[in-house]
């Protein structure tokens, strides 16, 4: 099952849930979607912070 976090009412949903435009994911578990948002800013940091 995957699982995606929803950015209009900010929780966790499974698949069948708000349009793909309107979230983020797949995510391989429910606590890796409860978590996209500090993933994506985690990963915004790394990228910021790369001297490339």
Known sequence: MAWYYCLEHQLVEPELGCPNSERMGPYESEAAADA??????DRNETF???DD
């Open 36 to 41: 996209a948002l500090k993933t994506a800013h």
């Open 48 to 50: 910021d912070g790369d």
